[in-house]
């Protein structure tokens, strides 16, 4: 039988942001190891091609340290993937054992041997006299730099807010992934010799064509950070939080901290959270353990949720609530402009789209609820600082940087990969288009 994990209480869990996930016990491990037919089924389901069989093989036997080595061949960031990664739409959903019902626990078995150890591989780098400038610190740009570096390529991460990491840091809370796992991966890159600039805003502080006078070529890894809105009246009331900013707040300023940090957060009672993705889970969980009751409102049915599945699993543990075919029509506001309540539009289901989730439509049948927050999370494009600030870079009307086959941009020596290029995606998708960029910058330069 598949092995779970233990996970924290979710009575206790609500009232802190410690991990909620405690990961395997070495006999654990071993055990849901063994499991494993070794039939290489997964490998295809990984972005980043990581020899699953293998380092699965290694930690049945017992042999942790050759686990990470093999998985580090392919992925600098495995102690993160283990934890955020959506196995069961990837690696778990090829796992031969899936059709019972019970693939290999992959995902905690990577987080495992990445825990283990604070050592990592070293290696010799070959110096070739180039340099590459990577301008954003997400898994995208992460990844571009430890291929380019191992490459011999000099490397600089520009970095715009004032620690690294992308949506890893401001973006997923420390009960998911906590700080300490983006620094361990972050500085292993830079005991390799990485250079990281923070607080260097492109477009702003300095531009791409200056950056193209030291560099030999660059990498845009500047994600999808611009939150949609509904446009919906009551939007910009008093307690209407964009996902991304109240997030931020928490995450990245550590506001759940406050006085010891100095960003405050107001204390609501009753938050209604619109979105179906990891972002609308994230934010739910967020203000669930800030003491609200929290309810996720979500316009299509609950199996068309973009979230993982555990974190659906887990809000729910905690306590908050679902309503499904609803979409927000408005947020009524009182006197003083403050969030009273969000009206809703109850939605049915009229067939299958092309993408085989199910049409939506709505009913003109309306109901409200009471709320005194608001926190939407219904998508994020790519803000135009960089592709408003340089000619010839040519970009989509979503924002969205176009790229040949080989990533590479209308601009002669830049590459683009990750969010800025697909839209917001996954953190394994932005590393295997990183992976894939660098590779050709380094054929290239
Ligand atoms: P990002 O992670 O967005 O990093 C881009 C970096 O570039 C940022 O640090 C930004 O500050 C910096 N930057 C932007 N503009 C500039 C500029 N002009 N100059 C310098 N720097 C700049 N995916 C999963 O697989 N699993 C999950 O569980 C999951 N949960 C998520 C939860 C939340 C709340 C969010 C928002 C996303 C989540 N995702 C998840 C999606 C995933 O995090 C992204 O797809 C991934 O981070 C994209 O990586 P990236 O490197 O392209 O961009
Ligand atoms: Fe093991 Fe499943 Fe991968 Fe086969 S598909 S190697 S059983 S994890």
Redesign the pocket.
Known sequence: MRIEPKMQDPEVRINNFEEVNLGYTDEEAIAEAQRCRLCGACVKGCPVGIDIPAFVNSIAKGKFRQAIDIIRQFSVLPAVCGR???QENQCEKECILSRKGEPINIGALERFVADKFSEKETFDIPKVGKSAGI???????LTAAYELRKAGFDVTI????HAPG???RY??PNFRLPDKIIDKEVDYLLSLGVKLQLN????KTVYINELLEIHDGLLI?????LPSRLNIPGENGVGVYLA?EF?TRINLMHAYEFPIYHTPIKKFSKVVVVGGG??AM?SARVARRLGADVTIVYRREEEDMPA?REERIHAKEEGINFITLANPVEIILDEYKNVKQIKLEKMKVSGKGLDGRNKIEGTLEYFTIDADAVITAIG?TP?R??QENVKGLNFDSHGRVIVDENLKTSLNRVWAA???VTG?????L?MGEAKRAAADMIKTL
Request: aromatic share 4%; charged share 10%; hydrophobic share 45%.
């Open positions: 955020v990664c959506p301008i954003g610190s997400g898994p995208a740009g520009y970095e715009s807010l992308g949506v890893l973006g997923i260097f805003l492109i477009g890894a500047t994600g999808a950070g991304n997030l990891n972002v994230d993982r994020q803000n600082i960089i990750g969010d800025i917001a995606a996954t953190v394994i932005a």
